[in-house]
């Protein structure tokens, strides 16, 4: 039983009787083996979770009311930006790459997790992109509610550049030269 509770699930309670011992000793082995498969199941499922989230190629995370990023996040998230610190804010990890922005979100993420405002109306006033180098990346938020009230917010980041580049392109007027039949 002492291997059991320092986590080893493969041990057994060996209690050949017929007494009352040996009906606990075979409750407890089968209360044992079901933890043992749950334990099993749950690995398998957080393997095929890390799986998806590091074959995504947009990064995702939650931040929680202080802004503290998590550390169950999409490894698009280290392959585009880097990996943030454990413990490091959000504002803090964006402030690498822009500043304005950081101050930006840290200012509406005060509002945002006070309440002033709807959540809706301080949501769509968080910044919506960042710089870095020759890239764009977009930002987006989605609120996270435990019993009606936030307790984080899902962060989504994604590299818009090629976007961009095009709406650039797009934008530019069109110059025609002279066209012969």
């Not at 890239?135 to 009230?149: A, C, I, N, Q």
């Not at 797009?170 to 039949?181: D, F, G, M, N």
């Amino acid at each position: 039983l002492e291997n059991v509770a320092s986590g080893d699930l493969t041990s057994r309670l060996k209690i050949d009787s017929t007494d009352e011992f040996g009906s606990i000793s075979s409750a407890l082995n089968t209360a044992i083996s079901v933890a043992q498969q749950n334990v099993e199941a749950l690995a398998l499922r957080n393997r095929d979770s890390r799986m998806l989230l590091d074959a995504v190629e947009q990064g995702f995370f939650t931040i929680d009311i202080d802004g503290v990023m998590s550390e169950e996040r999409s490894g698009a998230v280290d392959r585009m930006l880097g990996t943030p610190k454990p413990g490091m804010k959000l504002v803090e990890f964006l402030e690498q790459f822009d500043k304005n922005v950081a101050s930006w979100l840290e200012l509406c993420l005060e509002d945002l997790f006070a309440g002033v405002m709807p959540l809706e109306v301080t949501i769509d006033q968080l910044p919506k992109r960042f710089q870095l180098d020759s890239r764009t990346f977009s930002l987006g938020f989605t609120p996270v509610t435990f019993e009606g009230k936030l307790c984080k917010l899902a962060v989504v980041i994604s590299d818009i550049t090629p976007q961009v580049t095009s709406e650039k392109l797009e934008a530019q007027p069109v110059s025609y030269t002279h066209l012969t039949l």
